[in-house]
């Protein structure tokens, strides 16, 4: 059946991002329903963000178009150009090669919930606020100048 039973998804805070980094999104808590439901060429996540969460560190990826769908709640896209506030039925679109570092960060008092899409694959991500770099060949997080992190 093509429609996604949620609760039969799990749903995980799991991150790889290094401590400190880690504890911006302890408030996150996603479900890969692209997993659950067989994806092979690209990725989807439902998301919930508690109040005070981001969705991540602010990014973009040199290989990756993401899109993500607001579906309840409020949060606000935080990226190069400033900050715009999402609300339901909002969408914001991110081409791979573009450096707009972003990410979305709920501020409101209430969760909010969003679906985002993109890659399957790991890809190269940049983050251009703090000295971390998702090297897409390895999967693994390095300093900006190729140093493993501790």
């Not at 150009?81 to 008092?109: C, Q, W, Y």
């Not at 985002?116 to 390095?142: E, M, N, Q, W």
Request: hydrophobic share 35%.
């Amino acid at each position: 059946m093509p429609k996604v039973d949620l609760d039969a998804v799990e749903a995980t805070n799991r991150t790889g991002y290094p401590v400190p980094h880690s504890d911006a999104v302890a408030g996150r808590f996603y479900r890969r329903i692209g997993d659950h439901a067989g994806f092979t060429d690209f990725g989807a996540s439902h998301v919930v963000l508690k109040p005070g969460a981001a969705s991540s560190q602010r990014h973009w990826h040199a290989d990756e178009d993401e899109m993500v769908v607001m579906l309840a709640g409020e949060a606000v896209l935080v990226e190069d150009e400033g900050r715009t506030p999402m609300r339901p039925g909002d969408l914001a679109i991110f081409p791979k090669g573009v450096a707009n570092g972003h990410h979305l960060i709920n501020e409101s008092g209430k969760e909010c919930i969003f679906v985002a899409v993109g890659k399957k694959a790991a890809s190269d991500c940049h983050y251009p606020d703090i000295d971390l770099h998702l090297d897409g060949a390895t999967d693994s997080f390095r300093r900006k100048n190729g140093r493993p992190i501790e």
